[in-house]
């Protein structure tokens, strides 16, 4: 189990859907609060009720309205396709303040999601911060991570870069990580998240072109 002490309940917010609900069932496993956010609590909480279930042991799941969810927990992880990204900050922007929020979109365009195009502000994680304001450290991780392995109990394989407006929100950022089971790496300001959600792109390519599901990256050459 992660050193947790200074955090109680982690939001996810879109945590209904692929990403975020494996994010939320690593998390709970570790032994956080987590609150699944959603447009529709009903929705919220029959993923909850699922996740649970799945765990089958003592876990602390709760679903809720993005908005509430947003309001009760420490930190707040945004798991929604970017089609939904300003809104969805915009909703929970008053929720947030003094908080961090660990953005996990990635600004794919549809139908050309093997394409690179990030948006006017450089990236999303940096649209997230330009919409929350200088009062919320804004952090930008698990865009490599494919969905698949998450709500399985095995090796994911991959690493995980993290960028953010801190080293401090990074660090707590990073701790995320490891209580996922993942290996995270520090990979400096909020403006390099640019190159880290570019690389989803990069990788669908290289799943539909070779036939995977789960291509990540890994770094190397640290000792
Ligand atoms: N899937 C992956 O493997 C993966 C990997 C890395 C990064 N990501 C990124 O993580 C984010 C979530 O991906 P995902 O695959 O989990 O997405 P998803 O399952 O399609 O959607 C996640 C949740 O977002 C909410 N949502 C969907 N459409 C919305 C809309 N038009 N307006 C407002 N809310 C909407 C829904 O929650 P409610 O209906 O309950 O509100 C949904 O359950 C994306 O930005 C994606 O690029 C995904």
Not at 51 to 67: D, R, Y
Not at 109 to 125: D, E, I, R
Not at 182 to 190: N, V
Not at 196 to 217: D, F, H, R
Request: charged share 20%; net charge negative; proline share 4%.
């Amino acid at each position: 189990m992660s050193d947790q002490s200074w955090i109680l309940s982690i939001a996810v917010l879109g945590g209904t859907g692929k990403e975020g609900k494996g994010l939320a069932y690593r998390w709970a496993k570790a032994g956080y609060r987590i609150l699944i956010g959603s447009r529709v609590p009903e929705k919220a909480e029959a993923a909850a009720a699922e996740l649970l279930k799945l765990i089958g042991e003592k876990a602390e799941i709760v679903g809720m309205s993005n908005l509430e969810a947003a309001r009760q927990a420490e930190i707040v992880v945004l798991t929604v396709p970017y089609i939904a990204h300003r809104d969805t900050l915009e909703m929970v922007k008053v929720a947030v303040a003094g908080k961090i929020v660990v953005d996990v979109t990635v600004p794919l365009v549809p139908p050309k999601v093997t394409k690179v195009q990030m948006p006017p502000a450089g990236s999303a994680a940096q649209e997230a911060h330009e919409i929350l304001g200088e009062n919320v450290q804004v952090t930008s991780a698990f865009q490599n991570i494919s969905h698949e392995r998450l709500l399985r109990d095995e090796e994911v394989g991959c690493d995980v870069l993290v960028t953010g407006t801190s080293k401090e929100a990074r660090a707590e950022t990073l701790k995320l990580v490891a209580a996922a089971g993942l290996t995270g790496w520090d990979a400096g300001p909020i403006e390099n998240s640019m190159v880290v959600e570019g690389m989803t792109s990069v990788l669908i390519g290289i799943n539909k072109q070779y036939g995977s599901t789960n291509a990540g990256i890994r770094i190397a050459g640290v000792i």
